[in-house]
């Protein structure tokens, strides 16, 4: 069947649903009936749907146009209202990721899609990888032992102009609305969800504690470089330690320590790891998934329901104090202007050895971290 389908936000990453859905359409699977964007499409969006219906005005256009359903890849503070449009329009939705800026959100556009019985998939891309659920089958199946623990480290690096791109770039609110743009909540949000869904500890209910270290080196709202530690309800130790200020930026990478084995997801790539014997795998995306699921009932990768677990940690992290900047002394500037970039020398180590100690920063005794 050829599924109707909508896009909000066409830009930014946006324009990666404009390529997938121009792929999608040309082999008949999707048909696009219109894009709600605030600003005039740029030129590969105007040159593939330049002829489609476009409006600032997500709920004009879902009148207008009643398709199946619709992807809203907008900043993270429309979510809810824009999502809320959609479900309330009687379309299915696929909402980037993170799915909501706070708890309540998130309930609400769960709530509404149950009742409404429509499909809400998140778009955590990194759930729809073969390796990822290699990696989730083995441990299931007791193939790594028991499981000692669950550490991930990443380590990017971010310049001045990243947070100038857009209002709510590295803010925890705008204009009274919470945002969540911190690195465990935006940026590294899928370290978090993978690291909890390989643990099958989804659920808001499936986290027994948590505790965070949230600093930053930018004058900006959110934690830039921050160490997570969590327990599931079935005892697993998580550890999710990133950086956005890193000299030599890598992919992120986690580590399942088991009694019997060692694996390494590089989430990002579609690498698993096991045992230094490498498997490349391929993947589905979260908006192939989600079709396969309106036409066959395969289960969805990311249902709105099985972010619970990630949106206690976001909900955590909003409740956190603000984070703390870390002293010039640790700190090392590459450049001014736009392209400036700042480092803590050492930082991409201290990830690591967190992930493989399944230890905070203070305890690695990292001096910009106490
Ligand atoms: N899955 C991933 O790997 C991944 C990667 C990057 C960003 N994201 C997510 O994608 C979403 C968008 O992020 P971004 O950096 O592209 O944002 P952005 O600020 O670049 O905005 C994306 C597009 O949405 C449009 N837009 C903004 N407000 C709108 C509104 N109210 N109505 C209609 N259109 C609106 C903008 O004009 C822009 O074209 C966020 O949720 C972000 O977390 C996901």
Known sequence: MTWTIVLAGASGYGATYVREIAELEARGLVRLVGLCDLQPLDGDARRQFGDRALDARLDRLLAETRPDLAVVATPIHTHLPLGRQVLEAGSHLLLEKPPAPSAAEWQEILTL????????????????????????????????????????????????????????????????????????????????????????????????DLETELLRVRDIQVDDTSCLRLRTARGTVITVAVTLAARTPAEPVIVVHGTQGRAELHYTRDLLVLDGQSEHHGRISPLRNLLTHLDQGAPLQCDIASCGAFTRVLEHINAT?????????????????????????????????????????????EPWAV
């Not at 104090?321 to 201290?350: C, T």
Request: proline share 4%.
């Open 113 to 208: 899609a149950r009742s409404r019985q429509l499909s809400c998939q998140v778009g955590f891309q990194s759930l729809g990888s073969g390796a990822y659920a290699r990696l989730a089958e083995l441990m299931a199946a007791g193939k790594l032992g028991e499981i000692r623990g669950i550490g991930c480290y990443g380590a990017w690096s971010r310049d001045a102009a990243y947070y100038r791109r857009a209002a709510w770039a590295g803010r925890r609110e705008l204009n009274g609305v919470p945002v969540a743009d911190g690195a465990l909540t935006n940026p590294f949000a899928h370290a978090v969800a993978t690291a909890l869904a390989l643990d099958g500890s989804t659920g808001w209910d499936d986290i027994a």
């Open 321 to 365: 104090p603000a984070p703390r900047l870390i002293g010039e002394r640790w700190l090392a500037h590459e450049s001014d202007g736009p392209q400036d970039r700042i480092h803590i020398p050492g930082v991409e180590a201290a990830v690591r050895a967190s992930a493989e100690r399944l230890a905070t920063f203070a305890e690695l005794a």
